[in-house]
């Protein structure tokens, strides 16, 4: 590692990453430090919507399985979401990091694992005992962010996840699917097909379930009702920031779950993560750069969690009100249009 770098940007998921190659390709020198010893190691269902091939940032070759329908349950209905420019897709996030940093490499970007971030100061960090000054620091360092502590940004909105990956040959399963049941869970369920595994979670807003609620228990309630096998299984935990606050503090950034870019409706981060990591370098290369696809993913994910709250309220009233006036609306074409054109 050099003494001094254009960019040093904290964390080598997809934000880092996809600013690191923006970057690259101007001539900046940029250094990516990454705490784990592999890219791509996450806690993540790995889902991806088609918005990511409008961005033609990931090529859905690249997916594990490509959907071209989803199943919505709810307590008394499954709803299908099958029109035909529906496409999602699941990618291993290992594979997906692979793909990202050959990317990175061939910018001549250097990429340092093993590496963590702890102490920050205003024009330098130090790793290892040494200091390394910088222009910008780029914090992409996930939901958990050390950058964003450093900058005092507060962080009030986060869900809850918990996951099992199952591997094919314990149970195999074909279609991606969503479970709403507030009498369960006043939050939802996924079933995430892979290659060779299948992610199975749970995602919730704290503020839309009791304190004494044992979430772990509702898991394994709705893990037996849908006669899911985990037995021996290793449960994980992660949180995911929706709370953005603002991007550029000074010559400071906070891009992807560090900057709280993810839909705290969907936990859907990866897209977003992505199109703040290129934004962000763009704004370092041209300080005039108006960050127009910032305000636009902020615009979407703004409309998804709105729309999420007020069934999360809802649900609060009456067990789960408000799923099933979506389910209800979800019956006519018009509905679900709109439903694709805000979600998916
Ligand atoms: C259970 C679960 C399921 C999810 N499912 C989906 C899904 O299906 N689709 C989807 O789009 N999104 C999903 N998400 C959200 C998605 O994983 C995130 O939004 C996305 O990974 C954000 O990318 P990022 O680059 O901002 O952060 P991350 O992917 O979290 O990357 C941050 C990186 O920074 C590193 N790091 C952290 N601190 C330091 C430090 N101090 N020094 C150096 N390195 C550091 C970390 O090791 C990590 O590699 C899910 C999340 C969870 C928890």
């Known amino acids: 590692m050099k003494n001094k770098y254009d960019v040093v940007i904290v964390g080598a998921g997809p934000a880092g990453l996809s600013c ?11 250094l990516v430090l990454e705490k784990n010893n592999k890219i791509g190691h996450k806690i993540c269902a790995g889902g991806l919507t088609v918005k990511i091939e409008e961005e033609s940032i990931v090529f859905l070759k690249n997916a594990d399985n490509v959907f071209y329908s989803m199943k919505l349950h709810f307590s008394k209905a499954c709803r299908k979401l099958d029109r035909n420019n529906l496409v999602t897709a699941t990618i291993d996030r290992e594979e997906l990091g692979k793909i990202m940093l050959k990317k990175v490499l061939k910018g001549g970007v250097e990429v340092k694992t093993e590496t963590e971030v702890k102490e920050i100061n205003e024009n330098s960090i130090i790793v290892n005992g040494q200091e390394i000054k910088f222009d910008y620091l780029v914090g992409a360092d996930g939901s958990n962010s050390t950058v964003r502590r450093y900058l005092g940004v507060k962080t009030k909105k986060m869900l809850v996840t918990l996951q099992y990956v199952i591997p094919q040959k314990i149970q195999n399963f074909k279609e991606m699917e969503y479970f709403f049941n507030s009498k369960i869970l006043n939050g939802y369920f996924w079933i995430f097909p892979h290659k060779n595994f299948t992610a199975v979670g749970v995602a919730y807003y704290p ?3 009791q304190q004494n609620t044992c979430v772990k228990k509702c898991f394994e309630k709705w893990l037996e009702k849908y006669k899911i096998k985990i037995g021996g299984l290793k449960l994980k935990s992660f949180p995911i920031s929706f709370d953005y606050r603002d991007y550029q503090f000074g010559n400071k950034f906070l891009i992807g779950d560090a900057g709280g870019f993810a839909s705290g409706a969907t936990g859907e981060g990866i ?6 990591g ?4 763009k704004k370092i290369i041209d300080p005039q750069y108006d960050c127009s696809e ?6 979407i994910k703004r409309k998804q969690e709105y729309f999420f709250e007020k069934i999360g309220f809802l649900n609060n009233i009456i067990p789960n009100l408000g799923f099933n006036i979506l389910s209800f609306f979800l019956n006519y074409k018009w509905f679900k249009k709109i439903f694709i054109k805000i979600f998916i």
């Open 278 to 281: 290129k934004e962000v370098a």
């Open 271 to 276: 897209y977003f993560a992505m199109v703040s």
């Open 294 to 299: 910032i305000l636009k993913i902020l615009k």
């Open 20 to 30: 690191a190659e923006t970057l690259a390709n101007n001539g900046k020198s940029i």
């Open 207 to 209: 503020k839309n379930v």
